[in-house]
C-alpha cells in the first residue's frame, strides 16, 4: 500500500512536470506564430531578379511587419479561392521609394486579373508608392519630386544598352516580346526601357478613365467594385453606368527587381495593392 501510495505520488510529479512543459511548448508557439503575424516572417530568394542587391538562394531574409502593420485575414478561405477581407494592424510607418518588400502574387488566372495569390510570393523593390507618377526614360526609374536614385543604377544602364543595340538592328528583329510591356496594345510602345508616364493610384486618387487609362486600370477597378469595367461606344462603362473618372480606394505600389533586364515585376503584370505587402526587408 506504501508503494503505491509513492508510485502514485511519483506518477503525480511526472504528470504535472509534463503538464507543465506542454504548457509552456504551448505558449511559446502561440507566442512565435503572433509575431509572425504582427512582428516578422523570414523568406528566401531562389531567383536573381534582385541581385546584386540580394543574391539568389540568400535564405532567412527577414521581413519587417511592423512599419505597415500586420495583416489580419481567413487564411482558410484565401488558400481555398473564397472572398475574404485583408485588414492591417496598426504600423509605425508608411512605404516608402526603394523599400525592398515581400509580396504575395497579384495573380491567380492571368495578368489581366487581380488576385491574391497565397501560394505565391515576390521580393521587388517599391521604386514607386501610391500617389507617385512613375516614367521609366532609357531604362532608368523616374518619380515626379523624388531627386534620388530609384533602384540600382548600373543595372538600369544594361537596360539602356540593350535598347542602344536593338535600335541598330532591322526593324523586322528590334522588338523581342519580353522587352514590351503593359498595357501590351501596339499603341503606347511602352518597353522596360521607355514606360509611362503613369499614377499609381492611391486611395482617394481621382483619374479620368480615357481609352489608355482604361486599359492600364481597369483590372484594379474590376478588383475594388467587384465589377468588370468594359469599353464600348467609345467610353468607358462600369455595369450600366458610364465611367468618364473612377476615384480609388486603395493603395498599390510599382514594384521592381534591381536587375532591371530581367526581371519579370510591375513593368509587366502591373501595380501591387498594397494589402497583398507581407513586409518590408530589414
Not at 539602356?160 to 528590334?174: N, T
Amino acid at each position: 500500500m506504501v508503494v503505491n501510495k509513492r508510485i502514485m505520488k511519483a506518477a503525480g510529479r511526472v504528470f504535472n512536470i509534463v503538464f507543465e512543459i506542454v504548457g509552456w511548448l504551448s505558449v511559446l508557439a502561440i507566442t512565435y506564430v503572433l509575431l509572425l503575424i504582427v512582428v516578422f516572417d523570414t523568406f528566401s530568394t531562389p531567383t536573381g531578379s534582385m541581385t546584386p542587391t540580394i543574391k539568389p538562394g540568400s535564405r532567412w531574409m527577414i521581413i519587417n511587419k511592423l512599419k505597415l502593420g500586420g495583416r489580419i485575414f481567413d487564411v482558410y478561405d484565401a488558400a481555398a479561392g473564397l472572398p475574404f477581407k485583408v485588414r492591417r494592424l496598426p504600423g509605425y510607418g508608411k512605404l516608402e521609394n526603394n523599400d525592398i518588400i515581400v509580396f504575395n502574387g497579384t495573380f491567380t488566372d492571368g495578368w489581366d486579373s487581380v488576385a491574391m495569390n497565397m501560394y505565391r510570393y515576390y521580393c521587388k523593390r517599391a521604386v514607386a508608392v501610391a500617389g507617385d507618377t512613375l516614367e521609366i526614360r532609357d531604362g532608368h526609374y523616374r518619380v515626379s519630386g523624388f531627386d534620388g536614385t530609384l533602384g540600382v543604377e548600373s543595372e538600369q544602364l544594361q537596360v539602356c544598352h540593350y535598347k542602344k543595340y536593338l535600335a541598330s538592328l532591322p526593324d523586322s528583329l528590334a522588338h523581342p516580346g519580353w522587352f514590351q510591356t503593359l498595357p501590351y496594345d501596339g499603341e503606347t510602345g511602352w518597353t522596360i526601357a521607355d514606360f509611362g508616364p503613369i499614377v499609381v493610384p492611391a486611395v482617394g486618387t481621382t483619374l479620368p478613365i480615357d481609352r489608355l487609362n482604361y486599359r492600364i486600370y481597369r483590372k484594379y477597378i474590376a478588383w475594388e467594385t467587384g465589377i468588370q469595367p468594359e469599353w464600348r461606344d467609345d467610353r468607358a462603362w462600369l455595369g450600366d453606368t458610364p465611367l468618364d473618372s473612377y476615384t480609388f480606394t486603395e493603395n498599390y505600389c510599382f514594384a521592381a527587381g534591381d536587375h532591371a533586364i530581367d526581371s519579370q515585376d510591375s513593368r509587366y503584370w502591373g501595380l501591387v495593392p498594397e494589402k497583398f505587402i507581407v513586409g518590408v526587408k530589414l
